[in-house]
Every structure is written in C-alpha cells, then in structure tokens.
C-alpha cells in the first residue's frame, strides 16, 4: 500500500493521517514549507516533489492553494492515479481542480472530511464523489480509513455536502463569538451562559463557548479562507451568504487577521 502513496501537503490532516497509518518510509509527500518538509522527513515519509508513481494521492492543502495545487501537480501524476482532493472548497472549485487532473490523464475524487482529523485519524468520516469513487474507497481503506463513503459520481456532490454542512458547524463557532463579546461589554456573560444551559442541556454553554472561541483563534484563518468558499456555494445555488459572508470576518478577526 504505503510504495503506492503520496502526500500533497503535510499540515494537520497529512501527518495525522500518516502517523497514524504508520505509512512510514516508502510514502512519498511534498509540502511547501521547508519546517512540514523536516517533519515528513522526521516521520520516515520520502520529501519527493514528484510524488514518484504513487496509484493514490492525498491533496491536503489550505483551501486557497487547493486549485493551485491540483495544476501544479497534475503533471506530475502517474498516468490512471486517484487524485482525492481532501481540501475544504465550493464544488466549481474542485472541477475546476478535476479538468486539470483529468486532462493529465489520472482520476479525479472529491473528498470532503467531514470531522476534525484529531482525535479521530483514519476513522474520520469521509465522503467520495466522482466516476473514480468507488475505486478510491476500496484504496483508501487499504491504507487504513475505516469510515469512508461514496455519494455519487458527480465530482462537487461530496464538497457540496461538506460546505453547506460548515455554514452550520462554524456559523456557530462565529454567532458564539459574537454573543460572548456582546455578552462580556454588557456584564451579562453568566447569565446568559445559564439561559442557554436551561434551554439545551446535552452541553454547558461556558465549555462549548470556550471551546468555540478557542478552535477559531487556532484555526481562524484556514476556516475563513473555507467559509470563502462555502459562500461560493450558496452563491451558485441562489442562496444569499449573508451569515456565511459575517462568519468569515468573525473568523478572520479571531486569528488575528482582520482590523478590530
């Protein structure tokens, strides 16, 4: 399995994954950071920007270099390879990325991870969708993930999912944002903290705030650059972002990123 491996960034999904995996030494893996090109190096993985003749390659870049990235490297592919594109972007974005894999001659996965890789690894969810998506389930899971799915055959169905899914998950890490600073300058915090316990008690609202808040100031400026593109996505289906266009400035604002 791991001769027949690639990686196409070595950020948190990458080296989760192959930790976990333990992919080891014949997998290759590029990443432009010269610190991500000394982990892989560290993890026993092969720094190789050719990516070798790898039969399935993992493309888990930002969101903003995951068309770049697919251009890039699509010449670089063996002939027939999966290309399962990870990465969090609107469904014109991964065929865009589709027709540059395609025309190269390998096969093209949209893959959309539906979870945080940590702590989950190779038992995060994934959704495949594509002509090749079958066939990248049956490789996926000889490299050891355990929760994968196919959702159809058109390439934009499995990121359509996950998109729509994310103007939910982080417009509510950015609504609590909001209310947390509103509710701190008024001196209310704890009492609108129990309000919320009262009304919904599978989780306390002071550790799901604080829980919130937290994944933004750490991941603030990778879900903004997602959320760009899950805007995209309602935007082509007719759909206003109104919230969606707010939850990345609250995003951006909470890493830093954004004037105050």
Same mark, same amino acid.
């Given at each position: 399995m791991s001769a027949e491996l690639a990686l196409i960034g070595y950020g948190e999904a990458g080296s989760t994954? %192959?930790? %976990?995996?333990?992919?080891?030494?014949? *997998? %290759? /893996?590029?990443?432009?950071? +010269?610190?991500?090109?000394?982990?892989?190096a560290a993890d026993c993985l092969i720094a190789d920007a050719t990516l070798g003749a790898a039969q399935l390659v993992l493309s888990l870049v930002t969101a903003d270099a995951a068309l770049p990235a697919a251009e890039c490297y699509a010449a670089r592919l063996a002939p027939g390879a999966l290309y399962c594109d990870g990465n969090s972007v609107a469904p014109q974005t991964k065929r865009a990325a589709a027709r540059a894999v395609e025309a190269a001659g390998a096969r093209y996965v949209d893959m959309?991870?539906?979870? +945080?890789?940590?702590?989950?690894?190779? %038992? !995060?969810p994934l959704l495949l969708s594509g002509p090749a998506a079958p066939e990248a389930e049956a490789a996926l899971r000889l490299a050891g993930f355990t929760e994968v799915r196919v959702v159809g055959s058109e390439v934009g169905r499995a990121s359509a999912i996950k998109m729509i899914r994310s103007v939910m998950v982080k417009g509510i890490e950015a609504l609590t944002d909001e209310m947390m600073q509103a509710a701190a300058a008024a001196g209310v915090a704890d009492e609108v903290l129990a309000s919320l316990d009262a009304s919904e008690k599978a989780t306390g609202w002071a550790a799901r705030a604080a829980y919130n808040r937290e994944r933004m100031t750490t991941h603030g400026a990778r879900r903004a650059a997602e959320m760009e593109e899950a805007a995209k996505t309602l935007?082509?289906?007719? !759909? /206003?972002? !109104?919230? *969606?266009?707010? *939850? !990345?400035?609250?995003?951006?604002?909470a890493a830093g990123k954004e004037a105050k």
């Amino acid at each position: 399995m791991s001769a027949e491996l690639a990686l196409i960034g070595y950020g948190e999904a990458g080296s989760t994954f %192959a930790r %976990a995996g333990g992919w080891g030494r014949c *997998t %290759a /893996a590029w990443d432009l950071l +010269p610190a991500r090109r000394a982990a892989l190096a560290a993890d026993c993985l092969i720094a190789d920007a050719t990516l070798g003749a790898a039969q399935l390659v993992l493309s888990l870049v930002t969101a903003d270099a995951a068309l770049p990235a697919a251009e890039c490297y699509a010449a670089r592919l063996a002939p027939g390879a999966l290309y399962c594109d990870g990465n969090s972007v609107a469904p014109q974005t991964k065929r865009a990325a589709a027709r540059a894999v395609e025309a190269a001659g390998a096969r093209y996965v949209d893959m959309a991870i539906l979870a +945080p890789v940590n702590p989950a690894r190779l %038992a !995060v969810p994934l959704l495949l969708s594509g002509p090749a998506a079958p066939e990248a389930e049956a490789a996926l899971r000889l490299a050891g993930f355990t929760e994968v799915r196919v959702v159809g055959s058109e390439v934009g169905r499995a990121s359509a999912i996950k998109m729509i899914r994310s103007v939910m998950v982080k417009g509510i890490e950015a609504l609590t944002d909001e209310m947390m600073q509103a509710a701190a300058a008024a001196g209310v915090a704890d009492e609108v903290l129990a309000s919320l316990d009262a009304s919904e008690k599978a989780t306390g609202w002071a550790a799901r705030a604080a829980y919130n808040r937290e994944r933004m100031t750490t991941h603030g400026a990778r879900r903004a650059a997602e959320m760009e593109e899950a805007a995209k996505t309602l935007l082509a289906l007719g !759909v /206003a972002p !109104v919230m *969606t266009r707010g *939850t !990345v400035y609250r995003q951006r604002r909470a890493a830093g990123k954004e004037a105050k």
